[in-house]
């Protein structure tokens, strides 16, 4: 089971941390991934982290720069540190888990948590 939280209202320009943590696995040797959907739309990628033998970070683009994941593998949570936050990242996020390589596809994790709201405004 997974579990997001964090979420919350934020000014443009600020920061939150999103935490996603696992219940009843080791997020150790997963990878986790990031989305993010805005009501009407697609759930859309925004980072992962695959941890096993090393970590490797990837990045959608429009965040690149702003947005940093990392993984406690001792609390069994991965975190999303969002800085520099945007009107345009207003949106519900998501993590989510799998074995195997990072992946933008939805359609790569099985296992999902609900979603913890962003609301980006002044």
């Known amino acids: 089971q997974l579990q997001a939280s964090g979420g919350g209202l934020v000014q443009p320009g600020g920061s939150l941390r999103l935490s996603c943590a696992a219940a009843?696995?080791?997020?150790?040797?997963?990878?986790i991934g990031w989305f993010s959907q805005v009501p009407g739309k697609e759930r859309e990628w925004v980072a992962c982290?695959?941890?096993?033998?090393?970590?490797?970070?990837y990045y959608a683009d429009s965040v690149k720069g702003r947005f940093t994941i990392s993984s406690d593998n001792g609390e069994n949570t991965v975190y999303l540190q969002m800085n520099g936050l945007e009107p345009e990242d207003t949106a519900v996020y998501y993590c989510?888990?799998?074995?195997?390589?990072?992946?933008?596809?939805?359609?790569?994790?099985?296992?999902w948590g609900k979603g913890t709201l962003v609301t980006v405004s002044s």
């Open positions: 989510a888990a799998d074995l195997g390589r990072c992946s933008f596809l939805r359609s790569a994790y099985r296992f």
């Open positions: 009843g696995f080791t997020l150790d040797g997963y990878v």
């Open positions: 982290v695959r941890n096993n033998r090393g970590t490797t970070y």
